[in-house]
């Protein structure tokens, strides 16, 4: 299909936000032998999107200029690789693309057939599409890194969350309660009771003197901090971290892997832990099942159209979205 354009958004450089953003007309790529081909039928944006544009990995992402940024999309297969064996053109797919190509915002992208998962007829394409990076790192979070037991096993454990009421807060609080868990959560103001509503058995403002300084409201310490959040140093968290609690941090800073360095070092049983995302097929499809299910919600912000997708990029960065940004053909 190469021959074929589509229509998609792309940006040449560094910086500029959602001003440097282009509509283009470019060619449909073709899937190599391990890939399918997907009519994008929504595409959800992350933080980690914007903050590549910003230059946060340079030089390492994104791998070249123009880029296509997203990596989150669901559709319809329109051709599979002469690799492929688990799907089919016409299959209905969830994918999360790689952040070095990205490709996401665009009428049709490619994804590897690992990292593609059957999309059943409950669940619709924005609901697939919001979940790959922030559902599974949520979901790695919680059971790799914090070893909780999502089938309520195991002994409970006190959590806090904080971003609770975005992309990945909003799916953490919810997988967090299917385990053995009393879960603390931290988000503003205006998304007290939304929080709530997600199971979150205390909810703290984070600009009140409470909120800031993370005490659990019922006096708990904390056995794991899934981390969302941003500004909040280590010494917040330690005096309310258990003897061997851990701050799982989503999105490590410099001064964080510090931190993480030095508490290797001193053999303190208090550790920061960076998580970088390592997405499985089995925990993708693990994820899909549950919202399949009825057991996970997929809370959506806003969407737009993709000839407006600069008003998603100009929402996720401002931060303050409750739940996923969509954008639709």
């Not at 940024?69 to 799907?87: L, M």
């Not at 609690?245 to 303190?268: E, N, R, Y």
Request: charge should be positive; charged fraction near 20%; include cysteine.
């Amino acid at each position: 299909m190469a021959s074929k354009l589509m229509h998609a958004l792309q940006y040449s450089g560094y910086g500029g936000g959602a001003d440097s953003l282009k509509h283009v007309e470019v060619a449909v790529p073709d899937p190599k032998a391990d890939e399918v081909l997907v009519k994008i039928e929504a595409a959800t944006l992350n933080p980690i999107d914007w903050k590549i544009q910003a230059g946060a990995l340079r030089p390492f992402l994104p791998r070249k200029f123009p880029t296509i940024p997203g990596t989150d999309v669901a559709g319809e297969v329109v051709q599979a690789g002469s690799a492929v064996k688990r799907f089919k053109t016409g299959d209905k797919v969830v994918a999360i693309l790689s952040h070095a190509n990205g490709g996401g915002l665009a009428e049709y992208a490619v994804a590897k057939e690992n990292l593609t998962v059957t999309r059943p007829p409950e669940v619709s394409a924005p609901d697939g599409a919001a979940l790959p990076v922030a559902a599974l790192t949520a979901h790695q979070a919680l059971t790799q890194a914090a070893n909780i037991k999502l089938d309520g096993s195991g002994e409970r454990k006190n959590i806090l969350i904080t971003a609770a009421s975005g992309g990945v807060g909003h799916y953490a609080v919810q997988l967090a309660k299917m385990g053995n868990t009393h879960v603390t959560a931290t988000c503003g103001a205006r998304n007290l009771d939304f929080v709530k509503g997600l199971g979150a058995d205390e909810v703290l403002d984070y600009k009140t003197p409470e909120g800031a300084s993370l005490n659990s409201p019922s006096g708990k310490k904390y056995d794991y901090v899934i981390h969302g959040a941003s500004g909040i140093p280590w010494s917040t968290f330690e005096p309310n971290l258990s003897a061997t609690g851990k701050v799982i941090d989503l999105t490590p800073t410099p001064s964080a892997m510090m931190t993480f360095a030095l508490k290797k070092l001193t053999f303190s049983k208090k550790q920061l832990v960076p998580l970088l995302l390592i997405p499985k097929t089995e925990n993708f499809d693990y994820v899909v099942n549950l919202v399949k299910e009825g057991k996970l919600k997929t809370v959506i912000d806003s969407k737009h159209p993709l000839k407006k997708a600069e008003e998603a990029w100009s929402r996720i960065m401002s931060g303050h979205a409750t739940g996923k940004i969509i954008i639709e053909p």
